[in-house]
């Protein structure tokens, strides 16, 4: 899981999941993504699963919400997704990719 401002997000039984860190307490769990892994950048939520489709999810404790998807690998992987500058980097055994991403403010 990863921290944002109090919370932390990751994958739990490939739902992505809110906890509040502070108490423990679970604050929502949703999407489906099975297996996979999960980095934040900002306030978006990278989570790759285990498909190869890359999702942006916003990292917002008041609930869940997908803002896209890319069909970024064609086979399965269990790598972590990267972000380098304005660059999503992902791969498995097989493949690898890198895309471009939006400014911020657009």
């Given amino acids: 899981p990863a921290l944002r401002q109090g919370f932390l997000y990751g994958l739990d039984d490939g739902l992505l999941a809110c906890v509040d860190a502070a108490n423990g307490r679970r604050v929502?769990?949703?999407?489906?993504?099975?297996?996979?892994?999960?980095l934040i950048v900002g306030d978006v939520i990278v989570v790759?699963?285990?498909?190869?489709?890359?999702?942006?999810?916003?990292?917002?404790?008041?609930?869940?919400?997908?803002?896209?998807?890319?069909?970024?690998?064609?086979?399965?992987?269990?790598?972590h997704p990267t972000v380098a500058g304005r660059y999503l980097l992902v791969r498995n055994d097989h493949e690898?990719?890198?895309?471009?991403?939006p400014a911020a403010g657009r």
Avoid: M, Y
């Fill in 96 to 101: 690898a990719s890198c895309w471009e991403l």
């Fill in 48 to 79: 790759q699963n285990e498909n190869g489709t890359v999702h942006a999810c916003a990292a917002n404790p008041d609930g869940f919400r997908e803002l896209g998807r890319i069909a970024a690998l064609s086979s399965k992987t269990w790598n």
């Fill in 28 to 38: 929502w769990k949703d999407g489906r993504f099975g297996s996979g892994q999960t």
